[in-house]
């Protein structure tokens, strides 16, 4: 592995530079530069995923009954939702490369499990301008719809195994079909329901992805290969440009880019952890509101937790006449509120304090005004604390009962066979944390995560806000005072569901 640093700015050209932009180059690596280069590299990353999500889909129906023996719902619920929460915090969209639910659509539209071919099953449409301006809006909403129906039917508590079958079809089906009529992955970009919460969370992850080595080279580059493709590969799937590339948000990983460009001026790159939160240029206002939103869901699936909310969604289903948990009404309710109530003070700080950002923002199709740019750069700052709750959420599964893959792993089907003698492992009761751990461990997560929100937004205030006044001291100290707040009612919470899933 070697290091590379980017050439010195030239005078004009400041946009494609940043300070933040990464600095380790890991596909200097001869092994790691070959396995990139490799056609095969992403198909035998998914390969795996889609044999277990096709055991999933089959062991759900078919499978044992009880949903704590059938494997769909051990694998999905107990190990596969905590790992992918894992994989979003350390290496942002590393789940994204080896995902079964794109690549599987994505082998359908190209007809092709891995090589470059001409053809494509796909109508090639194009996204709408007026839906690509809400950026990752609507996944976000698809997401929160999805949730509900998740909460509705008990799938991830878990309930029947049948549904873990019916969602994961659903999912599949939904992207199948975007990719049949759209052109490229215009379904990770948008639509997918993991997508905004990847890209939000992946934000404190320590993989920068692919981008350019010499951005001035992108800039009279004939070819722009690593986005129209080449023999060697497709055009960037995501649409990104690495040329112009800041932050870890679209890149999925593929290595598309790599293989394309005639001049070898992609990287692969490291970074430390945050900084594309703290990143100065390109903070989307999409992302920022999705922030917020995603982090009233979190906190709802905490407080629906507590005995409180019962009471109040039986009142309202009894009122409404709906028939169980949760009520659209109150689910909807506060998920939008928490997001209000913390835009509402980011907008009261910026209207007091009237920090100017250094930096441009831009949303998916316009330049945003400051006051916007300096609501999306605060908003990010709640990126680390909101990833770190939905992380700390699926922990009480993990730690209390992944060890039931064990037996689950012996008996897919239900048909009381025994294919590695484990059926009857006394591991299907053994917790991996006594209970206070449990819950121990999750207010140490949901601590680290308010800690690097702090440390963001130390950044964000810091380097990329002027105040007339020398008052950003004093704003920094407001918001932290609001960051606190966030990640202490987190950690009061878990303290009262006592490790409840
Ligand atoms: S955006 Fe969604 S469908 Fe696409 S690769 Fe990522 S998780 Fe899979
Ligand atoms: S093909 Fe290579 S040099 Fe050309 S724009 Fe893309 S990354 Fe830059
Ligand atoms: S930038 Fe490169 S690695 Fe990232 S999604 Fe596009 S083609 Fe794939």
Same mark, same amino acid.
């Given at each position: 592995m070697s290091t590379h640093l980017h050439p010195p700015q030239h005078e004009g050209m400041n946009e494609h530079f940043d300070p933040t932009d990464p600095r380790i180059d890991i596909a200097r690596h001869r092994v790691i530069d070959r396995v990139l280069r490799s056609r095969m590299f992403q198909f035998f990353l998914i390969l795996p995923n889609q044999i277990i999500f096709w055991v999933v889909m089959a062991t759900g129906v078919l499978?044992?009954? !009880?949903p704590t023996r059938n494997f769909a719902s051990v694998i999905t619920w107990y190990i596969w939702f905590c790992v992918v929460f894992l994989l979003m915090v350390g290496v942002g969209r590393g789940w994204c490369v080896m995902c079964p639910f794109g690549g599987l659509a994505e082998w359908v539209q190209r007809l092709s499990f891995w090589k470059r071919r001409p053809v494509s099953l796909s109508l090639g449409w194009k996204w709408p301008k007026q839906l690509a301006r809400w950026g990752l809006l609507p996944s976000v909403w698809v997401f929160i719809a999805l949730t509900w129906f998740e909460e509705y039917f008990n799938i991830a508590g878990p309930g029947a195994p049948a549904y873990t079958t019916y969602l994961v079809i659903f999912i599949i089906a939904f992207a199948l079909l975007t990719f049949l009529l759209f052109e490229r992955r215009t379904f990770c970009r948008y639509l997918c329901p993991l997508t905004a919460l990847i890209g939000s969370v992946g934000a404190t992850g320590g993989v920068a992805g692919f981008r350019t080595r010499d951005r001035n080279r992108c800039l009279t580059c004939p070819t722009k290969d690593c986005m129209r493709g080449s023999e060697a590969g497709y055009g960037c799937p995501w649409y990104e440009w690495p040329g112009s590339? $800041? $932050?870890? !948000?679209?890149?999925? !990983?593929?290595a598309e880019c790599y293989k394309n460009c005639p001049y070898d001026n992609i990287g692969l790159y490291v970074q430390p952890p945050l900084t594309s939160v703290v990143a100065t240029v390109n903070r989307r206002v999409d992302v920022a509101w999705g922030i917020l939103l995603l982090l009233g869901l979190v906190l709802f699936q905490q407080l629906n937790a507590l005995p409180i909310y019962s009471t109040v969604d039986d009142w309202l289903n009894r009122v409404t006449q709906f028939p169980g948990y949760p009520n659209p009404i109150d689910y909807l309710i506060i998920i939008v509120a928490v997001a209000l109530v913390v835009a509402g003070v980011i907008w009261a700080l910026i209207k007091v304090f009237s920090p100017t950002p250094v930096s441009v923002a831009l949303t998916p199709t316009a330049k945003a005004g400051k006051g916007l740019t300096a609501f999306a750069g605060l908003a990010y700052t709640v990126a680390p604390v909101m990833a770190s709750d939905y992380l700390a959420r699926q922990l009480p599964k993990f730690w209390n009962h992944a060890l039931r893959i064990v037996p689950a792993i012996s008996n897919p089907l239900g048909l009381g066979w025994n294919l590695f003698g484990t059926a009857h492992s006394s591991l299907y009761s053994v917790h991996l944390l006594s209970p206070s751990g449990v819950v121990n461990s999750q207010l140490i997560v949901v601590g680290i995560g308010t800690l690097a929100s702090l440390y963001s937004a130390l950044k964000v205030i810091g380097r990329d806000f002027d105040a007339k006044g020398g008052r950003l001291g004093l704003l920094y100290v407001v918001w932290a005072v609001g960051l606190a707040a966030i990640g202490g009612s987190m950690m009061v919470l878990y303290v009262f569901m006592n490790g409840a899933q």
């Open positions: 499978g044992a009954a !009880l590339a $800041s $932050s870890n !948000l679209t890149c999925g !990983l593929c």
